[in-house]
């Protein structure tokens, strides 16, 4: 078993967490905003659906943003009820990004 963390070094590494999540904050405008959390959900569609819907896509695909639509697509066609309606709410963030 290990030894338990001294109050001091919990300190310290509250301190330095603090910190660096105050330097790393980045301000990011609506339109990438939307953008991140559509890849975000693109990416993670890629994955749950992967051998449902992707079955024929390189595995280490790397989807960026003018992918989502394609994501979506093969959602569409290939799944089932699930991933029709996570097409469905891609469709609107993907929409919501360019407009």
């Known amino acids: 078993m290990s030894e338990p963390i001294s ?3 919990k300190s310290y590494l509250r301190g330095i967490g603090a ?3 105050r330097i ?3 301000r990011l405008d ?3 905003a939307r953008r991140m959390v559509a890849v975000r959900e693109a990416r993670r569609a890629f994955r749950d659906y ?3 819907c992707f079955w ?3 595995p280490e695909w ?3 943003s ?3 639509p394609l994501v979506i697509r093969t959602l569409r066609n290939e799944g089932n009820a699930q991933a029709f309606a996570l097409a469905k709410r891609l469709h609107k963030l993907h929409a919501n990004e360019e407009a």
Request: aromatic residues 4%.
């Open 50 to 52: 992967k051998t449902q």
């Open 7 to 9: 109050d001091e070094v």
């Open 56 to 58: 024929s896509f390189d």
């Open 24 to 26: 790393s904050r980045r």
């Open 66 to 68: 003018e992918q989502v």
């Open 30 to 32: 609506p339109a990438q």
């Open 19 to 21: 910190k660096g999540g």
């Open 62 to 64: 790397n989807i960026q």
